[in-house]
């Protein structure tokens, strides 16, 4: 792989046990080996503000959080994290590679809660100051794959139950489509190694690498 001058900012989305935290982590371990600077987040969190919200939106509040509090809340964890290390580490020449970015509330609170899709992208750009990645994997599995793939005790969102998951599952299927330029699926049953290998020719196609 070459070196790219221009910093990059990759997000990794899909349904909770899809693996696409395993594949982000590979991913910027290639990146690094070959001499880039990465950052990594996660959402919701990232920063001390984004970290409190994360605790309040996935070990607190129960069944009472409305689905326009929980997006509210995670678009603000968002603006936080965007404002103090995406848009600074890409300004600084670094790449930014996401475990979660502004789909996840397209996918979650529209598909999941039923909020309306185009209100979301609104609020989407406002919490983001209209920074768009510039690719999205998405790694797709069934709900039922993603449950057994899961350990440890769920939180508050992961308790939502499959009927959830499938919803979810379902826009961002409808999200591909929509900005199809921008999100790459990608099969999540294959291996790892089969995966990332379909994520680092990608990147090689795009002229990213």
Known sequence: M???????FITFEG???????T???LLIQKLEDEGKEVVFVREPGGTDISEQVR?????????????RTEALLMT???????KEVIIPSLDNGKWVVADRYADSTLAYQG??????????????????????????????????IGFERQGGSPDRIERA??????NVRQM???LTKRFSDRIVLVDGNHTIDSIQDVIISTLIKRNFI
């Open 111 to 144: 598909g999941g809660r039923t909020i309306d899709l185009e209100w979301l992208i609104e609020l989407n750009q406002f919490a983001t100051f209209a920074l768009q990645p510039d690719l999205t994997f998405f790694v797709d599995v069934l709900p039922e």
């Open 23 to 25: 594949q982000a982590k």
């Open 172 to 174: 961002y299927l409808k």
């Open 55 to 67: 605790n309040i939106l996935l070990h607190s509040g129960g069944d009472e959080m409305t689905g």
């Open 15 to 21: 349904i909770d046990g899809c693996g696409k935290s």
């Open 161 to 166: 139950g499959l009927d959830f998951q499938a």
């Open 76 to 82: 603000a964890s968002r603006a936080q994290l965007t």
């Open 2 to 8: 070459s070196i790219s001058v221009k910093p990059r």
